[in-house]
């Protein structure tokens, strides 16, 4: 297996240095971090990670669900929406985005891993099958 480069969106600096912690200690690269849906799409095109892991609520204008949609329509990358809301009318939003994935915080390290690796292969399936 490849070693996976994550890029990590998250608005919170704790958390999000905690996520990349735990990501680096399960074997994947994190490529860099961004805290709005605007820095997250010019680090996506900067460093074309294997998959973005994604807050819902980010700082600017843009939130992380109009993000992952720009992300999927510009680079193709998959995203994993990792978030503490998981009300109704988040959640139907968020499938307009097609993500790979949708935790709830707080996670369990196994279900993000295993979110990973399942988004890394369908993903990569896609790009055969295209």
Do not use: C, W
């Amino acid at each position: 297996m490849k070693q996976a480069n994550i890029l990590v969106v998250e608005d919170e600096n704790i958390v999000a240095l905690s996520i990349k912690n735990k990501l680096e200690m399960m074997g994947y690269s994190v490529v860099g971090t961004a805290s709005s849906g605007e820095d997250a799409i010019v680090k996506a095109d900067l460093f074309y990670p294997d998959l973005v892991l994604m807050d819902v609520m980010l700082r600017g204008e843009m939130d992380g669900i109009e993000a992952a949609e720009k992300i999927r329509e510009k680079f193709d990358i998959p995203v994993i929406f990792l978030t503490a809301y998981t009300d109704d009318k988040t959640l139907e939003r968020a499938k307009l985005a097609e993500p790979y994935g949708y935790i709830s915080k707080p996670f369990k390290e196994q279900d993000l891993k295993s979110n990973i690796e399942m988004a890394l292969h369908k993903h990569e399936n896609e790009i055969r099958l295209k």
